[in-house]
């Protein structure tokens, strides 16, 4: 069993939603940072969506208004609602989380455990 574990990934087309969630089991009932990230095949993995440990959110631009980063401290678990799916939104997503309460989705290095990843494929 991992730390992480994502699921709600699958196949949907353009337009419409998914909801992801990750559960953890590192870090339970504390105040610290977690994200969501993705990778596109023969592309970097990038930073989607953050929440720090007071509940305070950040997005990658090419997300801004149609996904949504929450937590839900009682489960443990991570979210990530998308909603308004495009093709280029198709990747492996991972949730991630660090020690600290806040972390930037630009320092990757910040995040020191990682899930194995859900899939997220947007058809045309």
């Known amino acids: 069993q991992g730390q992480l574990v994502e699921s709600g990934g699958g196949s949907v087309q353009a337009g419409g939603s998914l909801r992801l969630s990750c559960a953890a089991s590192?870090?339970?009932?504390?105040?610290?940072?977690m994200g969501w990230f993705r990778q596109a095949p023969g592309k970097e993995r990038e930073g989607v969506a953050g929440?720090?440990?007071?509940?305070?959110?950040s997005y990658a631009d090419s997300v801004k208004g149609r996904f949504t980063i929450s937590k839900d401290m009682r489960k443990n678990t991570l979210y990530l609602q998308m909603n308004g799916l495009k093709p280029e939104d198709t990747a492996m997503y991972y949730c991630?989380?660090?020690?600290?309460?806040?972390?930037?989705?630009?320092?990757?290095?910040?995040?020191?455990?990682w899930g194995q990843g859900t899939q997220v494929t947007v058809s045309s």
């Open positions: 929440i720090d440990g007071g509940g305070g959110t």
């Open positions: 590192v870090y339970t009932g504390s105040t610290v940072c």
């Open positions: 991630a989380t660090g020690p600290a309460y806040y972390c930037s989705l630009r320092r990757q290095i910040d995040y020191v455990y």
